[in-house]
């Protein structure tokens, strides 16, 4: 595996995979999925999985990746952690109206016990 800043060469089955995942993705609009990579240190998992940051922000999409740490393996969900900042930095990045449509979207999907909380945390 030969990995540059242009190419990603010797896993084009990989992000062809991932790829047609995403594109499926598209076309079921309420389906959500969670891809986990994994494999030894060093075996290029950073590099497929950002093969495919373009063809996710080509669509509008957010593109969000937690790496586990070893010299952080004592923090539990680290991973999620820095993936769910990295979708927050993104999501504060737009403008104030997609902000507000957002919050909207949240209030409305997040309707029950628990709301105000979860609301005052996004505000």
């Known amino acids: 595996l030969n990995v ?3 190419e990603l060469y010797g896993r084009h089955a990989e992000v062809s995979l991932l790829r047609a995942t995403f ?3 598209l076309e079921k609009h309420h389906e959500k999925v969670l891809i986990s990579i994994v494999g030894y240190s060093g075996s290029g998992k950073t ?10 922000l080509r669509s509008q999409g957010f ?6 740490d070893l010299q952080h393996r004592a923090e539990p969900y680290m ?8 979708l927050v930095d993104q999501i504060m990045a737009r ?7 957002l919050k909207e979207r949240m209030r409305g999907a997040l309707s029950g016990p628990g709301e105000e909380e979860i609301v005052c945390t996004v505000a």
């Open 23 to 25: 594109h499926n993705l």
């Open 79 to 86: 991973a999620f952690n820095a993936a769910f900042l990295s």
């Open 47 to 56: 590099a497929l999985s950002l093969a495919l940051r373009p063809v996710v």
């Open 63 to 68: 593109f969000c990746v937690g790496k586990y």
């Open 95 to 101: 403008d104030q109206s997609f902000i507000s449509n």
């Open 4 to 6: 540059s800043e242009l």
